[in-house]
């Protein structure tokens, strides 16, 4: 199976709350030539999994924008960075993308990956595509792509 | 409870509103070699003793979660727990701000109009009996607000100051059982001074105490 992480967009420095705080313009943009350059590669969740904030909700939303039928679901535990409950809630889908914060999806590609924690770290609206044989992965997954947004338009 | 159940119980009861719940969820959750999550479930406990008003307690957790997300090395989480002490630490501020101007207005109640007013002039006059009428009010004495706004009307009709005129109107007419005449009064100073703040004010007041107000006039 393939899993995909995606970290929000570029978000507003501050609001009422941390959960409050929405993509900026510029975060919008930026995601939105990340989800060009992948679309373009051919590339498509199964499922999406999403963290409830706001940036991670708008940014889930953006890919269901372009993926309608797909299911598109908030899951606490991404909020949270809780990674065996991620881990569980993902293995429930087919080629699930998982939408989140940092260290989160740093910690949860290294994970994957078999690397130390803290090794990876994702820049917001950075994305990577691994194939694990199963989840929990019995073995370090392969790292199938790797996009940062500075890379793209 | 897992400590990652307390920290699920801990955010979706924070997502509901139940602040007690969410309270409860952090509390219980134990997990010393996890500081990261730790940060969290304070931050959680932070934010709803927050909203409950609890601030001097969500100021000691929101520094707690700081130094847990430091303790992780999780610069995204220290980051954000900085914002959330930050402001915090500003409504703690305000709060006590507003609690000792509370304290000073109650000792300004307490005060002789002679003793208060010094070798006070014109409009600064009015705009301390003002005050202090506001302080009375707050404390239910009728009667001695009623004087002392009268005072205070006196005292701005003499100097000039239509705010201070309109402010102790607006006062007399907060603790009087017969508010209509204090705020048509009020209404035609306000609206000879061209002062929208004071318009607005007294249109405020009018229907708080139900008092239909002139229609504006044209030509």
Redesign the interface.
Known sequence: MRIALLRHGIAED?ST??FDRALTEAGWLELERVLDALTHAGWAPGTILHS?YVRTTQTAASVHARFPHVPCIAT??L????L??IMMAASRHVDPLLVG???TMGNLCGRLLGAPT?AIRFERAGFALLEVDRLPATRPARLLSFLSPMWVG | MTPDEAALAAFAALRRRDWAGAIEAADALRAPDRPALEARAAAYRAQALRELGRLDEAERSAAAAVQLAKRAGDTDGVTQLRGLHASILAGLAATRAAAKERTGDAMLAELADDVLLGDLLGGERAAVLVRKAGALADAGQVEACLAVTERAVTEARAAGAPREHVLALLCAARVSPEPAASIMAAHRVADATGDMNLVTAVARAARAAGVVLPAPGFG
Do not use: S, V, W, Y
């Open positions: 501050e709350t941390d409830p606490d535990a909020a949270i960075g809780l065996d409950p914060h940092e260290p803290g």
